[in-house]
């Protein structure tokens, strides 16, 4: 499996690392509404977001990071990894994002074309991560080639549209990680490929 | 504009209430006229338009002199407060709650209401204790015994009773008063405490008179606004 590159996004400057600062709904919101506005500005479309929506997606979010969140450093690493698949799974529960006019010129092959939504979720939780990861760790994060495989994009919005918790071993695969398609959600701390990514298991159909 | 008036002097926010009042009528009477007139036929409607323009000139002085001494329209700007005990006075926490309690209210999908100084400051003067969590409590509970929201009206198709809303409007406030925040981020915090409010609500609902559930909730969330 190899890596690529992903559409990095600035995200708001904070007085207080990006762990912290993704905590607080102030930033949640404007580093969200950037992404969003980027990606629309890319594909040529208006994507609209619903506050309350996204303020629903915030807490739950929150409420489960801060239930599991491990004290031992061993294994926070990886809890970066599964906190960023975990947003995806409840941004794409809670939809905050609402297309009010599609990307002006429509390309089929493009995961941001086929499904801007989910692609507005996804790039902000691997921007998240990213940024979180390269301050705690000074690791460079790249994706998955699955991230511009337009079938795995297929596969990733019939499954997640069925059960949400799917979106946690999607966001794995499309960050270069191994995926846990088994209990997607769960967070293992035991789990020895949290620090080694390994080639991706098979997916979903 | 420099402001009239001194947010610390008790007769200042009886002067600005009572401002806010003739405004308030103003604005609810023009309204009224305008819904009853439109389904009323032609006569009735020409003189009725003579008593619209009669209390639109009414409602535009309130505004106007409203806003020479309460300097109240625009962005609202929001002293970036804290609750610990001592920090802030009956007064200042009065016109820190005005300001905030209108947007919060604004948030949530309010269409009018009345926010009394005089009142607010009353709640604040009758809680104690020294713990900012308890003090917020408190004043959740303390400003809608004291009734410093009146008069409130939802826009049509706001799925939240004015009682609810009120409730999540305190809840903000007191997340809002106890979140760090600088002075060019306070209305953002103030969004960011609102829209926690709005997701929140069911617990906030459910927590009612509950103290410690109150407590606890602004406990989880007060260093996420």
């Known amino acids: 499996m ?8 600035r995200l708001p400057d904070s007085p207080d690392p990006i762990r912290v600062a993704v905590r607080r709904m102030r930033w949640f919101r404007a580093s969200f509404a950037a992404v969003v506005d980027r990606i629309g500005h890319e594909i040529g479309a208006t994507i609209e977001i619903d ?24 294994i926070r690493r990886g809890f970066f990894d599964h906190a960023a698949g975990l947003m995806l799974r409840e941004l794409i529960n809670a939809q905050p994002c609402r297309i009010v006019s599609p990307p002006t010129e429509p390309d089929p092959a493009n995961p941001a074309h086929f499904w801007p939504e989910g692609y507005c979720y996804t790039i902000y939780c691997m921007n998240v991560r990213a940024a979180a990861i390269q ?3 000074g690791e460079i994060a790249s994706a998955g080639e699955e991230l511009h495989d337009l079938r795995t994009w297929w596969s990733f919005r019939e499954n997640t549209s069925k059960s949400g918790a799917t979106a946690v071993a ?5 960050a270069g990680g191994t995926p846990n398609w088994q209990m997607p959600d769960s967070f293992n701390p035991n789990d020895p ?13 | 504009m420099p402001r009239h008036s001194d947010p610390g002097l008790p007769g200042a926010l009886l002067l600005r209430d009572a401002l806010r009042i003739v405004r308030h009528v103003a604005r609810e009477g023009r309204d009224i006229v305008q819904q009853n007139t439109s389904r009323a036929g032609k006569p009735v409607d020409q003189i009725a338009g003579a008593a619209i323009a009669q209390v639109d000139r009414i409602a535009h002085g309130a505004e106007e002199v409203a806003h020479l001494m309460l300097g109240d329209s625009g962005r609202v700007r929001l002293p970036a407060t804290a609750l610990q005990a001592g920090a802030l006075n009956a007064s200042a926490f009065a016109h820190a709650a005005y300001a905030a309690l209108g947007h919060a209210l604004r948030n949530l999908g309010a269409h009018s209401w009345l926010i009394s100084e005089v009142k607010s400051a ?4 009758s809680i104690r204790g020294t713990n900012d969590i308890q003090r917020a409590t408190a004043l ?9 929201i009146a008069e409130l009206r939802m ?6 009773s004015e009682e609810d809303a009120t409730q999540l409007a305190c809840f903000g406030l007191m997340l809002w008063m106890l979140a760090d925040k600088a002075a060019d981020d306070a209305q953002e915090a103030l969004d960011a405490a609102t829209a926690l409010s709005l997701a929140l609500q069911d617990d906030i609902l459910k927590a009612r008179g509950d103290r410690q559930a109150i407590a606890a909730l602004l406990k989880e969330f007060r260093y996420h606004v």
């Open chain 2, 140 to 148: 959740i509970v303390a400003m809608q015994n004291h009734g410093a």
């Open chain 1, 193 to 205: 490929t949290l620090l080694s990514p390994k080639p991706s298991a098979p997916r979903l159909g």
């Open chain 1, 51 to 74: 506050d309350a929506a996204l303020a629903r997606c915030f807490v739950s979010w929150l409420r489960k990071v801060e239930q599991i969140n491990p004290r031992s450093e061993k």
């Open chain 1, 170 to 174: 999607f966001f794995k695969l499309f």
């Open chain 1, 2 to 9: 190899s890596e690529t590159p992903f559409l990095t996004v």
């Open chain 2, 122 to 125: 009353m709640a604040f003067e």
């Open chain 2, 155 to 160: 826009n049509p198709g706001v799925p939240l």
């Open chain 1, 135 to 137: 301050q705690e760790y």
